[in-house]
């Protein structure tokens, strides 16, 4: 079954991170220690426009640069094809730079701490709803195998 989605990630930033220590999974996770909530809201909706949403690669006003996208379908529970689990209650999946520091603070059963030896690609594919984050792809929209 083909479905289309146009409308869940517009404003999309290409482009890739630099290579580091990741968090990937629902930013909403990583706390206030880690990531400012009201900052990231900044990011995704500038000046509180929640017509001009942004996703892909944006950039705080610490200088961080970090990857964001809409899932298919909201909150839930998503897989990449590793096995891992994503868990998502802000309808949004990502990959957030981590330092040496900070590692102790994540909760791994909630997302994945990754290691990019070499800058990496994230994108989102509105069609299926598999975001990409290099080498883990992370299916978002469970229905788009099925039959109609």
Excluded: H
């Excluded at 800058?119 to 992370?138: A, K, L, N, P, Q």
């Amino acid at each position: 079954m083909k479905l289309n989605n146009p409308l869940r990630n517009p404003n999309v930033n290409p482009g890739a991170l630099a290579a580091g220590i990741y968090y990937i999974g629902d930013l909403s996770y990583l706390g206030d220690k880690i990531l400012d909530w009201d900052e990231y809201i900044n990011c995704i909706a500038p000046n509180g426009d929640w017509n001009n949403v942004q996703s892909g690669i944006l950039k705080t006003s610490k200088g961080e640069y970090f990857a964001t996208f809409s899932t298919y379908y909201g909150d839930g529970s998503f897989y990449d094809q590793y096995d891992n689990e994503y868990m998502v209650d802000s309808g949004r999946l990502g990959a957030f730079p981590l330092t040496q520091e900070q590692l102790p603070d994540i909760d791994t059963s909630l997302g994945n701490v990754v290691v990019f030896d070499r800058d990496f690609t994230c994108e989102y594919d509105e069609e299926t709803g598999v975001m990409r984050f290099e080498t883990y792809f992370i299916e978002t929209n469970p229905y788009y195998d099925d039959d109609e």
